[in-house]
């Protein structure tokens, strides 16, 4: 791609248009387009996008994808709505172009299946994580007919020019790290529901405990939102009946408790004589009460993985839960590692540099052992 390069993003959304913004910060003239003018205008307000991204409607801009040496689509994660846009800006992009799908998990072949091969040839997945201008990792996902130096100039372009670390991903479900990260959040609510454990109890086991964030499990589906965890963990379901949703996630979708974009989800944020708090559900009864500081470890324990190991060495409910946790985490990564990456290591990378692991999951179990 040349230096002055312009790329179209198609869907000004959240994700597309904080997309749009990630380019225009890097010095890159964008187009983005949606339905109409003012939806494409007030998703480059919202993400205070810049003057390089120029906002249109797919009437009035889909004849310039012509002018576009990378045409990157990044409407709703819906493989209908996505296969019907790109039939429809097909005919305008310049077959010279690189053409990609922003996609979290959805098959690249069916996106793509109706789309000419001099378009095929030239069209890749690109997964931007969620916010793309603070998360490192972009998982490239080539399709059958991907010419390897399209891949090759869009994997250069993310790393040089976006300052992005990039992992290959093969088509599969949920790509990489959103299928280990699907399956971690399924098993942790499985041993949840089976241990009556809580949500606050859960979050302390499995946040710097084990070397991930602090939003550890349950905070973290409240970021993302549960409407767009239960996508994930449906699409991890076609390839196995352990992504399954367990009663108290389903209920809590019924009753709308979505998380930060609701208001409420595993925790509520509260506001009492001035003074800002958290407040975390009940899943028994759906009811929230104040936050505590009660844990299941050792006040003072040595620095991860050194006192992970020694809770592990232990008995009692903190054990209890992050043995079988573990342990169903590495034998699953070993099974579906050649399916889903090129290696263990990238696996490892996609976890790191995607949901911010201190050590992806066969390098921790390396370390157990």
């Known amino acids: 791609m040349s230096p002055d390069a312009r790329v179209a993003v198609l869907g000004a959304g959240t994700m597309g248009s904080r997309i749009a913004a990630l380019f225009g910060a890097a010095g890159i003239r964008v187009l983005l387009l949606d339905l109409t003018e003012q939806l ?11 003057p390089l991204v120029t906002p249109a409607s797919f009437d009035g801009g889909l004849a310039n994808l012509s002018e576009c040496e ?9 493989l209908a709505v996505k296969r019907t846009l790109w039939q429809r800006a097909a005919p305008h992009v ?6 990609s799908t922003n996609t979290s998990g959805l098959s690249l072949a069916a996106i793509s299946e109706a789309l000419p091969l001099v378009l095929k ?35 250069q372009f993310v790393t040089e020019r976006l300052g992005k670390s990039v992992v290959e991903a093969k088509d599969t479900p949920n790509f990489i790290a959103n299928r280990i990260g699907a399956f971690f959040s399924a098993t942790a609510q499985q041993l949840t529901a089976s241990g009556s454990y809580t949500v606050e109890e859960v ?41 399954h949703q367990q009663t108290f996630f389903t209920q809590m979708l019924h009753r709308r408790m979505l998380g930060d974009k609701s208001g409420a989800g595993f925790y509520r944020k509260v506001t009492t004589s001035g003074q800002k708090s958290f407040e975390v559900i009940d899943l028994h009864t759906f009811e929230y009460k104040p936050s505590s500081s009660a844990s299941l470890t050792p006040s003072a324990l040595p620095e991860f993985p ?11 409910r903190a054990s209890s839960f992050l043995r079988p946790l573990l342990t169903e985490l590495f034998k699953y990564c070993h099974q579906v590692a050649p399916e889903i990456a090129n290696s263990p290591e990238d696996i490892d990378r ?17 370390a157990l052992s």
């Open 306 to 316: 050194a006192g992970l190991r020694q809770v592990l060495s232990a008995n009692g």
């Open 94 to 99: 310049s077959p010279h172009a690189i053409a």
């Open 40 to 50: 494409a205008a007030e998703g480059h307000i919202r993400a205070a996008a810049g």
């Open 203 to 243: 979050d302390s086991l499995t946040g710097p405990l084990i070397g991930l964030p602090r939003s550890a499990t349950y905070r973290l589906m409240d970021v993302i939102g549960l409407d767009i965890w239960a996508q994930v963990l449906r699409t991890g379901e076609q390839t196995d009946a352990r992504f």
């Open 121 to 155: 040839q030239r069209f890749l997945g690109i997964h931007f994580f969620n916010p793309p201008a603070k998360l490192r990792l972009v998982e490239l996902i080539r399709g059958r007919d991907t010419l390897p130096e399209v891949a090759a100039t869009a994997a």
């Open 70 to 78: 990378w045409v990157l689509e990044a409407v709703a994660e819906d």
């Open 350 to 366: 996609a976890m790191q540099w995607g949901y911010g692991w201190a050590l992806g999951p066969f390098a921790l179990e390396a």
